[in-house]
């Protein structure tokens, strides 16, 4: 099976009627790269910089930062790579940041709204990509918008840095794009309001699923109780699919579960044409998109996300085993 899917790698995942879906993988540290080139994956559709926060015994230096920064853009070539800002606390806690006690961490104070307050934290990142990225592009997604003005703040802070750089005379980015995530409700009910303020947005499935259901993500209780292929959930995706489309900003799912090829079945039904996954997933997920018929799909789920079922899941697999996926 393993060399069934070498041989898929230079294909592209294209659906039988023309349909292409962009495969990215989701990484963090400089041994990800390999995957790349092995995998045939179109670009980094999420670089999870907190790891070099987690993984260290204190905060890593702006130099420290460059350094892998410019490693992962040289083993990158012409591939895309979507760098986000350090999305810390909560379930990414760095053990030697003082953190005040918060009875529910994964709704506090974290992600871009530690960055917003401490710009001291976020600014020598920006930096140190900003220096990485000269006379590249620069892709900067920002963890865990909930309303759009943390954007414009956000935006500020990336200006000062970009006016630091003229300032010292020294190259920038050929291009800086902004994007944002879409992973708390509020920002997802809203992003007609947000996807004019960037350039393109990603969806976090992980963290959305866990608010949509009221269920932490961290909790082994809660595990598997809800299906992300819920009806419910996957209307409410549909819903800021389309929003993303309307306002045409390229969307990227980079939720864990769309390593599951019957989840990223129904996410490409719902018109979600970029998905990032962990390596090992690029192989079956590619088999999967050039058996379906995209039309046909879409045509199949679109009654099926009124249901009041509490999963798809059974059908969707059904659906496969007919196609031949
Ligand atoms: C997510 O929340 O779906 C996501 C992609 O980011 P993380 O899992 O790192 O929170
Ligand atoms: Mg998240």
């Known amino acids: 099976e393993q060399k069934a899917y070498a041989a898929l790698r230079d294909l592209p995942a294209v659906t039988r009627d023309g349909t292409e879906i962009e495969l990215f993988l989701n990484a963090g540290l400089a041994i990800d790269m390999p995957h790349l080139e092995a995998t045939g ?31 992962i853009l040289d083993g990158a070539g012409n591939k895309s790579i979507v760098f986000r800002t350090a999305d810390l606390g909560s379930d990414k806690a760095a053990t030697y940041m003082k953190m005040s006690h918060e009875a529910n961490p994964a709704m506090g104070w974290r992600g871009l709204r530690m960055s917003i307050d401490r710009e001291g934290l976020i600014r020598p990142q920006l930096r140190a990509l900003i220096a990485a990225a000269e006379g590249r592009e620069l892709n ?37 794009k902004l994007g ?23 969806l976090g499935g992980n963290d959305l ?3 949509f259901f009221a269920a932490d993500r961290e909790s082994d209780k809660l595990t598997g109780r809800y299906d992300p292929l819920h009806p419910a959930f996957l209307s409410f995706l549909k819903m800021i699919a389309d929003k993303a489309n309307l306002a045409n900003k390229p ?3 980079c939720g864990e579960q769309a390593a599951d090829p019957l989840m990223a079945m129904a996410l490409m039904a719902l018109d979600i044409q970029r998905l990032s996954v962990p390596a090992s997933s690029i192989g079956p997920l590619k088999k999967m998109i050039r058996s379906i018929d995209l039309n046909e799909l879409v045509a199949w789920l679109e009654p099926r996300l009124q249901s009041s079922k509490q999963t798809l899941r059974d059908e ?10």
């Open 140 to 176: 900067i997604l920002l963890p865990l918008v909930t309303t759009s003005d943390e954007i414009v703040q956000a935006r500020a802070i990336i200006d000062k840095e970009i006016e630091r750089r003229k300032r010292q005379d020294k190259p920038l980015p050929s291009a800086i």
């Open 316 to 325: 969707l697999l059904e659906y496969a085993y007919r196609n031949g996926v």
């Open 180 to 202: 944002a995530m879409i992973e708390i409700p509020s920002a997802a009910w809203r992003v007609e309001h947000i996807a004019p303020l960037v350039d393109f947005l990603s």
């Open 209 to 211: 699923a866990q608010f």
């Open 251 to 253: 969307i990227c799912y």
């Open 41 to 71: 994956a179109v670009g980094i559709g999420l670089f999870r910089t907190e790891l070099q926060f987690l993984i260290g015994p204190q905060l890593p230096t702006a130099q420290e930062q460059e350094m892998l920064y410019r490693s």
